[in-house]
């Protein structure tokens, strides 16, 4: 059981419990949607004084930020306490693709030390590239009305035809860059 | 109170998505080339355990365990444009930085720091919405 929780998650595990956290989320009187705490924190920093779509009471939004909180958290104790080891085991053929783009790390580290080592900080090329991934992120999230959580899971789970519109957004969007741009950016 | 809930919420949701791997460049990488079924799983059992539990709280009008109201899932705003631009944007993000909204928060708790620049960038991406937003087409 315990060696169950430190390893990786298996999908099937994985999958039930997002829909678990979903359902504390309803059932709590509230909705799963992460993107929406970029708004809230767009307001909160007085984005709300010169353009209407921040200007809302933002105190409302508190318990979404105070989940994101605990999603900080969650993430230092998963990464510290309750983890055997944080490499992913990804396939050894998306490891060999990814070690001709540069990327030596891959299948043995959780995230590429080129973007996410603090060495990232100083290095002009990954700090564009970071940038640029969440400024689409952000805008993206924002113009669709929603994410990954809002969309793909609250969305569809509820048959709601513009999360699927969104949801295949998400995709197209993300294999155009995966398969064309990132191989020339990386 | 509340507080805590909340918070406890988060941090039951941040644990999933660090030990989910669906908070990983990685996988996000891996999942865009098909090279494996790991995403598509999370996904899936996700949505089949999600579409049970919206019906059975729309079925029985389920109230809110906090302030017992009923609890509301609302529909999405009718159209297509907004969801499909939108989404297309959000997919190239998703794509350079393997991090959408939620894992972004996990990925910071779990100590790699240059993911505030994916935070601030996504902040400033949704304020240029903001602004932007009576000129696009919704």
């Known amino acids: 059981m315990l060696d169950f929780l430190l390893n990786p998650w298996p999908w099937y595990f994985s999958g039930p419990m997002i829909a678990f956290v ?92 080129a973007l996410f080592d603090l060495s990232a900080f100083s290095n002009l090329k990954s700090i564009l590239l970071l940038s640029l991934g969440g400024f689409f992120v952000g805008f993206g999230a924002r113009y669709a009305g929603g994410c990954t959580s809002g969309h793909a899971i609250s969305g569809l789970s509820n048959f709601q035809l513009p999360s699927l519109i969104a949801v295949i957004g998400f995709f197209a969007g993300g294999l155009l860059v995966n398969h064309f741009i990132l191989p020339l950016i990386l | 109170m509340k507080t805590i809930v909340y918070f406890s919420i988060g941090i039951l949701f941040g644990i999933t998505m660090f030990k989910s791997e669906a908070a990983s460049w990685f996988r996000i990488y891996e999942m865009f080339q098909f090279k494996a079924f790991h995403m598509y799983g999370i996904i899936g059992s996700a949505l089949f355990c999600g579409v049970i539990i919206t019906y059975l709280l729309k079925t029985f009008r389920v109230t809110s365990i906090l302030d017992g109201t009923e609890i509301q899932i609302a529909d999405k705003e009718k159209g297509w444009k907004r969801y499909l631009f939108g989404g297309l944007f959000f997919g190239f993000g998703w794509a350079i930085s393997g991090a959408c909204p939620g894992p972004m928060f996990t990925t910071l708790g779990a100590g790699f720091f240059p993911i505030i620049v994916v935070i601030a960038a996504a902040t400033l991406g949704t304020f240029c919405y903001g602004v932007l937003q009576k000129y696009l087409p919704h």
Not at chain 1, 26 to 42: A, D, H, P, V
Not at chain 1, 95 to 101: E, G, H, M, S, T
């Open chain 1, 22 to 113: 979903m359902f504390l989320l309803l059932w709590t009187g509230k909705t799963f949607g992460m993107s929406s705490n970029l708004r809230t924190l767009c307001a909160v920093l007085g984005a709300g004084k010169k353009t209407a779509f921040f200007a809302f009471d933002w105190k409302a939004q508190r318990w979404n930020l105070i989940v994101a909180a605990g999603a900080v958290v969650g993430g230092f104790l998963a990464a510290n306490y309750l983890s055997n080891s944080t490499a992913v085991n990804i396939s050894a053929s998306t490891i060999a693709q990814l070690n001709q783009l540069g990327i030596n790390d891959a299948g043995s580290a959780y995230m590429p030390s």
